[in-house]
Nanobody
Framework: QVQLVESGGGLVQAGGSLRLSCAASGRIFTINAMGWYRQAPGKERELVAVISSGGIVNYADSLKGRFTLSRDNAKNTVLLQMNSLKPEDTAVYYC???????????????WGQGTQVTVSS
């Protein structure tokens, strides 16, 4: 059974930094793409950043330059470095992975449980 375990959320003042980590575990053969989405109260879930198996990162336009997504293939982990945080970055951040897992080599999307990021002004 595939699991995504997130860590690193919390409370930070505006201008501060946080780093989120997401580790995928289970009978995983290939991770096609992995990244982060977020959902603020009363808003739809939106893309933050996603990295492909080839290492190409797609960022939400509004976050380019402040957020950096990286990937450790050996550990099936992605790291989201968030700098210069703003109150409007407050949201629940969800990890998502599209991966191929056993025992039948099926490709599916998996979501983490979410981690709260709160940025105070």
């Amino acid at each position: 059974q595939v699991q995504l375990v997130e860590s690193g959320g919390g409370l930070v003042q505006a201008g501060g930094s946080l780093r989120l980590s997401c580790a995928a575990s289970g009978r995983i053969f290939t991770i096609n793409a992995m990244g982060w989405y977020r959902q603020a109260p009363g808003k739809e879930r939106e893309l933050v950043a996603v990295i492909s198996s080839g290492g190409i990162v797609n960022y939400a336009d509004s976050l380019k330059g402040r957020f950096t997504l990286s990937r450790d293939n050996a550990k099936n982990t992605v790291l989201l470095q968030m700098n210069s945080l703003k109150p409007e970055d407050t949201a629940v951040y969800y990890c998502k992975a599209n991966l191929v897992s056993g025992p039948y080599y099926t490709s599916n999307d998996y979501w983490g449980q979410g981690t709260q990021v709160t940025v105070s002004s």
